[in-house]
Structures are given as C-alpha cells and as structure tokens.
C-alpha cells in the first residue's frame, strides 16, 4: 500500500497568516495515464471531509483562491494564505493513483 | 446541489451484521463511482471499497474483503454496504463519497454486548 505522511501534525496560526502542509508518499503518484491523483481535504469540526484540491494543483468547485497545492512524484504541499477563522480542522492528502486508495494522518490547524 | 443521505446510527451486538445506506440525489447516479471510507480516531481515514453504480462492479481494499459488500440500487439512486461479522473493531463512522467530490455525512456504527 502507498503510505502517505503528513506534516506536521498539528499547527497553529494567527488570522492573515500563511500555513504549509507537507505530505509525502511511499511510491511516486503518476498514474500510468499521466495524471497524478494527489488531492486534499479539511475535515471541519463534527463535519464530514470535503474536497479542497485534486490532482495537485486543481481547486475543486467554490474552493478560495487563498488555498494552493503543488508538488510532484512523491511530495507535495498544501498552502493555505490570509489564514480565516473557517480554515481550522483536520486536513488530509490523499492518494487515487493506486489500490487501495489511502489517506495521510492528518494535520491539525488552530487558530491563535 | 449534490447530496449524499446516509442513514442512522446504528448500535449493534457482536457476531452480528448491519446494512448501511447512501441515496444520492443531484446528479446522475450511475455517472460517478462510490467510494465507502471508516474513519476511526485510532486509524484516521480508511478507503474500503468502491462500486460502480452503472455495473455493479466492485474493487476493495484487502483488508476489507470478506467484512464489507458493497451494492445499489440504480432505481433509488442508493448505495448500501453490508458489514459482517461484526467485532468492536467496526466501531466508527462510515462515509460514501460520490468519486472524492462529495462526502455524506457518515454513520455512527457502534459494535457493543
């Protein structure tokens, strides 16, 4: 299985700052099609995961320009600028590239 | 908008097996494959399996297979996922999710004597 690492686990930030998430794979995600499927989410507190950032780079649908991901192969980030109080919650990277799919452990963001 | 309905918390007994739901509403149901995840505290997020609504066709995680049947019903626009044999290790809150894109609320399954 690919095993996906996140850090760091917890962070926290003051309003307006800027955070980066590291998550890195066991094996390179590119896909045998070309696509690497390396996507983030946030879990918000009590909510489910929703998706903020697919194939490494894409914001997903109604997702603010404040959240960025890059990265490629084995390593990639999530930047999160002009940090706002709705950013807090659990985020995970998580790769579709091969079965079976798996999830980083999470990174914790608080709020100074 | 894209919804996902999952049903109700469930408290079940050891040895036992227990069905859960997932009615989609708001986009072609048979265009996007369902994805089921546990999410424990102790284990984070666990992919278990993935259907495709249009063909039935399942894959699953292996450390799943023989625990988790994944099925639907194209008529309701509904997945289900049977869990079998039930330990207290099956406690957590179970997601569908329409692809990765879109995440139901989850189901509490609690595993107790």
């Known amino acids: 299985d690919v095993v996906m690492t996140q850090t760091p686990v917890s962070m926290s930030v003051s309003l307006g700052g800027q955070v980066s998430i590291s998550c890195r794979s066991s094996?390179?995600?590119?896909?045998?099609?070309?696509?690497?499927?390396l996507s983030w989410y946030i879990q918000k507190p009590s909510q489910s995961p929703q998706l903020l950032i697919y194939?490494?780079?894409n914001r997903f649908s109604g997702i603010s320009d404040r959240f960025s991901g890059s990265g490629s192969g084995t390593d990639f980030t999530l930047k999160i600028s002009r940090v706002e109080p709705d950013d807090l919650g659990v985020y995970y990277c998580?790769?579709?590239?091969?079965?079976?799919?798996?999830f980083g452990s999470g990174t914790k963001l608080e709020i100074k | 908008q894209v919804q996902l309905q999952q049903s109700g918390a469930e408290l079940v007994k050891p040895g036992t097996s227990v069905k859960l739901s997932c009615k989609a509403s708001?986009?072609?149901?048979?265009?996007?494959?369902m994805n089921w995840i546990k999410q424990t505290t102790g284990q984070g997020l666990e992919w278990i399996g993935i259907?495709?609504?249009?063909?039935?066709?399942?894959s699953y995680n292996v450390k799943f297979k023989g625990k988790a049947t994944l099925t639907v019903d194209k008529s309701s626009s509904t997945a289900f996922m049977q869990l079998s044999s039930l330990t207290p290790e099956d406690s957590a809150v179970y997601y569908c999710?329409?692809?990765?894109?879109?995440w139901g609320p989850g189901t509490m399954v609690t595993v107790s004597s």
């Open positions: 999710a329409s692809l990765f894109d879109f």
């Open positions: 708001g986009y072609t149901f048979t265009s996007n494959h």
């Open positions: 259907i495709n609504p249009g063909s039935g066709g399942t």
């Open positions: 094996q390179s995600l590119v896909h045998n099609n070309g696509n690497t499927y």
């Open positions: 194939k490494v780079s």
């Open positions: 998580g790769q579709g590239t091969q079965y079976p799919f798996t």
